[in-house]
């Protein structure tokens, strides 16, 4: 089942995967469309696939104000809190998980839900470029955290359910503060 996040009602939606895949489809018709006759694909199509794949990794490699727009196309709750537990499971994104395994957030691979996890590395998910990160953790809050209302209660579940650390949601309060997240998300 597919989940869409409606801010207005804070709530979490049920979407068609049939509409999905048919905005999918479309999306990629037009795409492929629009790349033929601007000639876009012009000197792409004699790379090898293996070339292909680190000329399109290369484009998308990760930036900070990339994470930000992801959040807030994903409907995300409250991202701001999201963008904070990035920031401090990956060090301002320097860690040797977020390195190896592209993942942001230090999760674990996930066993009972929808994942975009490869498998486990290093005790960690890891993914094959970091906006599958992004995904699992949004496929992480359509299911765990669905029922949560208030950055209070959000709070709360961090405190008691994601981190080891009990220090960890005072962490991440510093962190907004600090570097001035809620502003991101304005």
Known sequence: MLYIYDKKNLIHKKMSILKVAGGVLAVGAVASTVAY???????????????KAIVIKKTDEFEKQKLVEMLKDLN?????IVMAQSIQETGHWKSGI???NHNLFGMKEAQRRITTAEGTNRNHAY???????????????CRYLNGIHTESDYFTYLGAS???????VERLKKVIEKEGLKELFK
């Open 98 to 100: 977020f390195l190896e």
């Open 37 to 51: 006759y601007t000639g876009v694909t012009h000197g792409f199509e004699n790379l090898s696939d293996v070339e």
């Open 76 to 80: 995300v709750k409250f991202p701001y």
């Open 127 to 141: 993914y094959n470029h970091w906006r599958e990160s992004v995904y699992d953790y949004a496929f992480y809050q």
């Open 162 to 168: 994601y981190a080891e650390d009990s220090s960890y």
